[in-house]
């Protein structure tokens, strides 16, 4: 099932349940000057020690807490895993701390510092960085930083209970239509979809040597995940497909890695 409207403004979509304690409260921004749409999406990991990651648009406000407490009664909620503080990540941030007056929002240092510098109140705000554990009682994430993105604080993880990776904005990709999986899309399209994106997001990876890209991209391969999340693209049930098509696209000069955008 795929969604082809193409309406002026971000709009919510159905919720994604990809693994049992798992939820994908998806939307999208149309985006027409590039030819498709964008996701964007938040996750609910339930479980003893509730999470939830990102918060969306704040022109969703409605539509994003709505889907949240179908989920899950916020009160239950104990961290808020924030990505980076961009503002497709962080747009409904005050309105979930108010119903949930028992989480605290993880996030790294320049993101503390960003919603500090914004006026946003931090006494509920937990410094994170690469390498530390997060226990939620019946799941253990492993913080780490994702191979790219376009915010330096930006933080992803990997929870070994579900096999599942978080790479925030990797692998987000300008789609014609937003599928339910990764593996929907038509092979061009995602092709072109994660060209456009990475010279959006990311227009640094042109200055990255194919060596180090490859590091990067190993690093999450050898985590070996059966689910892998991204902010900006369908859930993907193969890493290796994805590091695959982004090192063909670079050895073939496609590759966000080689091309600026123009």
Do not use: C
């Amino acid at each position: 099932m795929t969604d082809t409207t193409q309406p002026a403004g971000p709009r919510a979509l159905a919720t994604l349940h990809p693994r049992d304690g798992i939820a994908v409260l998806r939307s999208a921004m149309p985006l027409p000057d590039l030819g498709g749409q964008l996701a964007n999406n938040a996750f609910v990991f339930d479980g003893r020690e509730p999470m939830l990651v990102d918060t969306g648009f704040a022109l969703l406000s409605e539509d994003m807490l709505a889907a949240l407490a179908a989920e899950i009664d916020p009160r239950r909620l104990r961290r808020i895993f924030l990505s980076h503080a961009d503002a497709d990540h962080v747009g409904n941030l005050a309105a979930v701390l108010e119903l949930a007056p028992e989480a605290r929002v993880l996030t790294g240092f320049l993101g503390y510092a960003k919603l500090m510098l914004t006026g946003f109140p931090v006494d509920r705000v937990q410094v994170i960085a690469p390498g530390d554990t997060l226990d939620l009682g019946d799941r253990r994430l492993s913080v780490l930083r994702p191979p790219y993105y376009d915010a330096p604080e930006t933080l992803g993880f990997h929870d070994a209970a579900s096999d599942t990776l978080f790479v925030v904005d990797a692998f987000g990709a300008v789609l014609p239509a937003i599928t339910r999986t990764a593996e929907q899309i038509d092979d061009d399209a995602l092709d072109r979809g994660l060209e456009t994106w990475s010279q959006l997001d990311a227009p640094w990876l042109a200055s990255l040597d194919r060596a180090a890209l490859e590091a990067s991209l190993a690093a999450l391969s050898a985590l070996a995940p059966r689910l892998v999340l991204g902010a900006h693209l369908p859930p993907a049930l193969d890493v290796d497909a994805l590091i695959e098509r982004i090192l063909r696209l670079h050895a073939r000069g496609r590759a966000p890695a080689l091309r600026n955008a123009a």
